[in-house]
């Protein structure tokens, strides 16, 4: 089992503002990483740290954290951000081992 | 440029030990703070973290996986290797490497490979 928490599915509507969270005792300490994956290709980051957005990647992503919880929020959604999206982070104990939250599939109406 | 490439078989039989590589340019693992991480994903399921190779050596493995997996670099040859012992069906996924950076206490994922799928049936 995940160690991080993450809604199986989400959707928004064309051009709305929609968050995805993702939940984990990591997350008092650290900040997750998320990435968006498309059907058949690799992840992509999309967001790392506090609220960094690798080049190439729209702004209309953002991130935050709050206690136990971060989001990824993309503000004014697109068609081409139909995805799943993975957080990730240091596991609970503090030690140097990853891990992933279960994903989220996006579905944007 | 960064660029990883994954290569590996395609099938191993149950019982049998998987080993695979990873091939990258653009960066050195000999450079400071410079790390590789595995990362897997079955058919239909979420990404699994597997294991991470630091510049100095040091080396991070999954709880659940630790028995079986080695990791280790050849820095001559920019080359990340995995193996993964007594390969069972559950294993079967597409196998990923990527670099790992940190922002401070954190880290990230920031190149990934295309991915290498490997399946496990006699």
């Known amino acids: 089992s995940s160690e991080l928490t993450q809604d199986p599915a989400v959707s928004v509507a064309l051009g709305q503002t929609v968050r995805i969270t993702c939940q984990g005792d990591s997350l008092r300490s650290y900040y997750a990483s998320w990435y968006q994956q498309k059907p058949g290709q690799a992840p992509v980051l999309v967001i790392y740290g506090k609220n960094n957005r690798p080049s190439g990647i729209p702004d209309r992503f953002s991130g935050s954290s709050s206690g136990n919880t971060a989001s990824l929020t993309i503000t004014g959604a697109q068609a081409e951000d139909e995805a799943d999206y993975y957080c990730?982070?240091?596991?609970?104990?503090?030690?140097?081992?990853?891990?992933f939250g279960g994903g989220t599939k996006l579905t944007v109406l | 440029q960064v660029t990883l490439k994954e290569s590996g078989p395609a099938l191993v039989k149950p019982t049998q030990t998987l080993t695979l590589t990873c091939t990258f340019s653009g960066f050195s693992l000999s450079t400071s703070g410079m790390r590789v991480s595995w990362i897997r994903q079955p058919p239909g399921k979420a990404l699994e973290w597997l294991a991470r190779i630091d510049w100095d050596d040091d080396k991070f493995y999954s709880t659940s996986l630790k028995t079986r997996l080695t990791i280790s670099k050849d820095t001559s040859k920019n080359q990340v290797v995995l193996t993964m012992t007594n390969m069972d069906p559950v294993d079967t996924a597409t196998y990923y490497c990527?670099?790992?950076?940190?922002?401070?206490?954190?880290?990230?994922?920031?190149?990934w490979g295309q991915g290498t799928l490997v399946t496990v049936s006699s």
């Open positions: 990730n982070s240091r596991d609970s104990s503090g030690n140097h081992l990853g891990v």
């Open positions: 990527a670099r790992t950076m940190n922002s401070g206490y954190d880290w990230f994922l920031d190149y």
